[in-house]
Nanobody, 126 residues
C-alpha cells in the first residue's frame, strides 16, 4: 500500500522560506515520478512539480519555477520541497504525490496524478 506522509507546514512571513518533507512507503521510487501539488481554499488543485525516475528531470509549474525545488532521497524514501521567496498566494495545503512517470516524460508536465498524502498546510502572511 502506497503511503505518503507530509510534514513541515506552518506559518511564514512573505519572503521567507519553508521546507516540506514527505515520508514515502509501500512503493519503489523507480516506479513513479514523485512530486508535489497544492490546493488553496476555494481553488482547484495546482501542480507544483515532480521528478521523473525515467530521465531524472525535474518539471516545475511556471508559478514556482526559480523559487521552489523538489529533491528526493531514495535511501530514506523521502521527498522534499524547498520553498523560497514565499508569497501570500502560495498559501495552500501542500500534498506529496506520485505520478505516472511515462506520461510525465511524454507530456513534460506532472498531470498524471496517481497517489497522494493527507497534505500539510502552509500559510504565508503579508
Amino acid at each position: 500500500e502506497v503511503q505518503l506522509v507530509e510534514s513541515g507546514g506552518g506559518l511564514v512571513q512573505a519572503g521567507g522560506s519553508l521546507r516540506l518533507s514527505c515520508a514515502a512507503s509501500g512503493f519503489t521510487f523507480d516506479d513513479y515520478a514523485i512530486g508535489w501539488f497544492r490546493q488553496a481554499p476555494g481553488k482547484e488543485r495546482e501542480g507544483i512539480g515532480c521528478i521523473s525516475s525515467i530521465d531524472g528531470r525535474e518539471y516545475y509549474a511556471d508559478s514556482v519555477k526559480g523559487r521552489f525545488t523538489i529533491s528526493s532521497d531514495n535511501a530514506k524514501n523521502a521527498v522534499y520541497l524547498q520553498m523560497n521567496s514565499l508569497k501570500p498566494e502560495d498559501t495552500a495545503v501542500y500534498y506529496c504525490a506520485t505520478y505516472v512517470d511515462e506520461i510525465v516524460v511524454h507530456t513534460g508536465s506532472c498531470d498524471a496524478l496517481d497517489e497522494y498524502g493527507q497534505g500539510t498546510s502552509v500559510t504565508v502572511s503579508s
